[in-house]
């Protein structure tokens, strides 16, 4: 299995709603990440999980709340979210690190599309 | 941390050679040079990387400048399908953890 599963695909929810994101990978990599990005951006770097423990989290506000259940599993929990906050969602994962000519890199998921009314 | 620059688009013809560049003259000696695009409506994809030599996969080649201060995604014979935002990341010392993306090159197929 060489895939990052996000799920849903798309979801839209209101402002006083709580919901959850989620991204699943079996590829044994012990690093995952969630990106945010608008439309027509770059992504954007919100918190990164090294062996299930949240290693970086780039100031992102607490109405988004990660966890890592296990090494397969990563959320990213929703509450009190603003139109603004409407964006596509990104997981990924990767190894910690890479060895010399390893072939490597990031995995990405096809995202959640998340519309805030 | 060493940043790049790319120019926001880029146009070519199906079946034609494309040179996507990318300057980073503050390189450091342990960045690595990554690759990555995004097809509409997908997450970003592994395309190639290196840190000195120049590289084939079967995707495409990368050319780094002798004095590692610029570098050329490559793609031999462009389809439809590589219609995508093309980004050149530095990774410090290949640790999976600094990925930061600038804009990209937004490369447009035409038929």
């Known amino acids: 299995d060489t895939e990052v599963t996000q799920t849903p695909k798309h979801l839209v929810m209101g402002m006083t709603n709580k919901k959850s994101l989620k991204c699943e990978q079996h590829m044994g990599h012990r690093a995952m990440y969630w990106y945010k990005q608008k439309a027509k951006k770059p992504p954007e770097l919100m918190f990164v999980?090294?062996?299930?423990?949240?290693?970086i989290n780039e100031s992102v506000p607490s109405r988004f709340s990660p966890e890592c259940p296990n090494s397969s599993l990563l959320n990213l929990h929703l509450h009190a979210l603003q139109p603004e906050d409407s964006a596509l969602y990104l997981c990924?994962?990767?190894?910690?690190?890479?060895?010399?000519?390893?072939?490597?890199?990031?995995?990405f998921g096809s995202g959640t599309r998340l519309t805030v009314v | 941390d060493a940043k790049t620059t790319q120019p926001n688009s880029m146009e070519s013809n199906e079946e034609e050679p494309v040179h996507l560049p990318c300057n980073h003259s503050t390189i450091s000696g342990t960045d690595y040079i990554h690759w990555y695009r995004q097809l509409p409506s997908q997450g970003p994809e592994y395309v190639i990387h290196g840190l000195t030599s120049n590289v084939n996969n079967r995707m495409a080649s990368l050319a780094i400048a002798e004095d590692r201060k610029s570098s050329t995604l490559i793609l031999h014979r462009a389809t439809l399908r590589d219609a995508a935002v093309y980004y050149c990341i530095l990774v410090k010392n290949n640790y999976g953890q600094n990925f930061v993306f600038g804009p990209g090159t937004r490369l447009s197929v035409l038929p």
């Open positions: 999980y090294s062996y299930e423990k949240l290693s």
């Open positions: 990924a994962s990767s190894q910690i690190r890479w060895a010399p000519g390893q072939n490597y890199g990031y995995t």
